[in-house]
Nanobody, 120 residues
């Protein structure tokens, strides 16, 4: 059974930084393209960054130039470095599988997510 455990969220002032981490177990991590998703209150979950098994990355326009996704296949871990945070980045952040053409392709389950709150 696939399990995803996200961590690293918190409360930060606008302009600040956070680094999120996600550990995947229950499947072969290295062959999957992974992504970070977020869901703000009252809004649908959206994909914000993806990384292929080989390390190619892609970003939503709203986070391009501020967020960096990376992965460590030896540790089954994917990270999201978030710089220049804005109040509109406030959301619960999740990691899950994604397609290389920047479309969602989640496993059948989600982790608990990690809350990111950016104050103005």
């Amino acid at each position: 059974q696939v399990q995803l455990v996200e961590s690293g969220g918190g409360l930060v002032q606008a302009g600040g930084s956070l680094r999120l981490s996600c550990v995947l177990s229950g499947t072969i991590f290295s062959i999957n393209a992974m992504g970070w998703y977020r869901q703000a209150p009252g809004r649908q979950r959206e994909l914000v960054a993806t990384i292929s098994s080989a390390g190619s990355t892609n970003y939503a326009d709203s986070v391009k130039g501020r967020f960096t996704i990376s992965r460590d296949n030896a540790k089954n871990t994917v990270h999201l470095q978030m710089n220049g945070l804005k109040p509109e980045d406030t959301a619960v952040y999740y990691c899950n599988r994604a397609r290389l053409d920047f479309r969602p392709w989640p496993f059948g389950s989600w982790g608990q997510g990690t809350q990111v709150t950016v104050s103005s």
